[in-house]
């Protein structure tokens, strides 16, 4: 990830770093309606710079538009739709 500053931080049960996503692009074709490989992530907060997430994160994960990318404290990485993000986490 080529995050120019740290990424906003998040409370709930524990402190995380989010980014709120603007748009996802995949590296490949998708195969009958699916998404597959590498994700580019475009955050919504122009700040931030796009980022490329590695196809088993992707496939995995399947972040969409309005969700969140979000760090956890032991560097792993997910993805939480908005609705879900948003009712449980403050921005700190």
Known sequence: M???RPMPLYQ????V???KIKA???SRE??????RGEAFITPADGRYAPFWV???WAMKNRPQPG???VVHPD???SFSPAGAFESGHSPV
Not at 12 to 15: A, I, L, Q
Not at 30 to 35: I, N, S
């Open 24 to 26: 996802v692009t995949y």
């Open 67 to 69: 969700g969140y990318f």
């Open 17 to 19: 770093r989010a980014l």
């Open 2 to 4: 080529a995050a120019q």
């Open 75 to 77: 560097g792993h990485q």
């Open 54 to 56: 590695n196809e088993p």
């Open 12 to 15: 709930s049960r524990s402190t």
């Open 30 to 35: 998708p195969l009958e309606g699916v998404p």
